[in-house]
């Protein structure tokens, strides 16, 4: 009995010992179920490979049959935007690294695809064009060095043999992501016109960004190594107070 008549839990029951809510989660099975919050960040990821192949399969046409570009322009845009969208990664990655972390990197630069996406389907002409790829090939610089890095970042060390299937899954939820897009977005644009084409996949991204920060209470987040790095331990998985 404690004080004020109040019964105090009994820990044991028929000689067995009943494990706490902390020694659940970090005992020996935890090491064989990986993170919980690997979902959200594989959503995202899936939701922008959505967008950008998506985006991509009907640019050329998009150019030729609504906004009058030669053939030959048309895709000298498109290789040009494609270019622009993979040496973006190499500043991305560098200012993650740096200063911003991983996870701010990844969340504001989503920002960049959503607004990408609201100018391609909202601004039909060629300054709108040029726009909206220059916010994609952002979003794609601040994502595509990011995201397979802080899925690795929610591993603790004893969790080593999940990572192999946890990435199997990764690139298959990608593969998946893009192939869906190059078969669902030209049929789109053929029937419901450039703005649906354009729009589903940021309206898409935009629920992905959602819920990638909803959950930010749950990320695992390695510090940046710029010069205030000495300042900023690493944040453990889980709720904070």
Known sequence: MVPGGARRPARRRAGLRIA??????????????????????VGNEACERFSFYGMASILVLYMNEHLGYSERDARAAYH???????????????????????????????LAYVA??????????????????????????????????????QFR??????IERIYGWFYWIINLGSG????????????????????LPGVLMAVALAVFWASRRHYARAPPSGPRAKCRPRRPAGPTA
């Open 20 to 41: 706490t809510v902390g020694e659940t989660r970090d005992g020996p099975r935890a090491a064989l179920r990986s993170p919980p919050q690997i979902k959200y960040i």
């Open 157 to 162: 060390p004893e969790q080593g043999t999940l």
């Open 116 to 153: 990408g996406h609201a100018v391609l389907a909202a601004w039909e002409t060629p300054e709108g064009l040029l726009l909206g790829l220059a916010l994609i090939a952002a979003g794609a610089g601040g994502i595509k060095p990011c995201v397979s890095a802080f899925v690795g970042d």
């Open 80 to 110: 040009w935007f494609f270019m622009a969208s993979y040496l973006t990664p190499l500043l991305g990655g560098w200012v993650a690294d740096r200063y911003l972390g991983r996870y701010r990197t990844i969340l504001w630069i989503s």
């Open 180 to 199: 869906t897009a190059k078969l669902l977005i030209p049929f789109l644009l053929m029937t419901q016109g450039p703005q649906v084409a354009f729009a």
